[in-house]
């Protein structure tokens, strides 16, 4: 079993910065990727970013290429999104998953989830 436990969420305004966080336990992952991905209301879940576990490739969603940046550590089972100059339309539930796979040309999914982190960007 995995348990994911992300942090960092908040109540910000635009052009300001968050770094949510996660946290896993209860396994040591040796490869693979892990992910971020959000939730708005009435929206479907999308991949933000995802990074190889070993390499720390990236890849990013369109919406938030050039203002977002991922990484983990590794001793520290710990994940990170970076998220710059925020836009109002980044409100989410954000959630961390491992390990993350592309279900088609435009889907990701993921086996273990964390329970997700609010990130409201409002004037």
């Known amino acids: 079993q995995v348990q994911l436990v992300e942090s960092g969420g908040g109540l910000v305004q635009p052009g300001d910065s968050l770094r949510l966080s996660c946290a896993a336990s209860?396994?040591?992952?040796?490869?693979?990727?892990l992910g971020w991905f959000r939730q708005a209301p009435g929206r479907e879940r999308e991949i933000v970013a995802a990074?190889?576990?070993?390499?720390?490739?990236?890849k990013y969603g369109d919406s938030v290429k050039g203002r977002f940046t991922i990484s983990r550590d590794n001793a520290k089972n710990t994940l990170y999104l970076q998220m710059n100059s925020l836009k109002l339309e980044d409100t989410a539930v954000y959630y961390c998953?491992?390990?993350?796979?592309?279900?088609?040309?435009?889907?990701?999914?993921?086996?273990?989830w964390g329970q997700g982190t609010q990130v409201t960007v409002s004037s």
């Open positions: 990074i190889t576990y070993t390499y720390g490739n990236t």
């Open positions: 209860g396994r040591t992952f040796t490869g693979g990727s």
């Open positions: 998953a491992a390990p993350v796979y592309r279900v088609d040309a435009s889907r990701w999914n993921g086996d273990y």
